[in-house]
């Protein structure tokens, strides 16, 4: 049997076999909402959360965080502690504890 080896002939199957895959590929389910889409593009988890986060000293911290970076803080009266919003943005959620709230699931 010939083997084709012409490089429109390649192009060409690949072309279709990666049309072919991509239509296969599921898209992002849609919901109607009082008028509005509700576009859901990931699976439920597909974001790993931050479980027993490790925290490093503010003099540490000078030598990779951004003086200005944005951070969210809490104090429950004994700890003070800062959730860097850029790791937040990455992992939507960490779950935590401090002396004077217990657990805590700290969002964003």
Do not use: C
Not at 20 to 25: F, G, V
Not at 57 to 78: C, H, K, N
């Amino acid at each position: 049997m010939p083997v084709l080896r012409h490089p429109s002939v390649v192009l060409a199957a690949a072309a279709l076999l990666g049309l072919t895959l991509w239509a296969q590929q599921p898209g992002p389910r849609q919901e109607r909402i009082r008028g509005g889409i509700l576009l859901y593009v990931l699976a439920p988890d597909q974001i790993p959360a931050i479980d027993n986060p490790r925290f490093v000293t503010a003099e540490e911290a000078d030598a990779f965080m951004q003086p200005d970076e944005p951070v969210l803080g809490i104090y429950d009266g004994e700890v003070a502690k800062a959730y860097s919003l850029w790791q937040l943005d990455h992992h939507e959620i960490v779950n935590d504890s401090t002396p004077g709230f217990g657990p805590i699931a700290v969002t964003w």
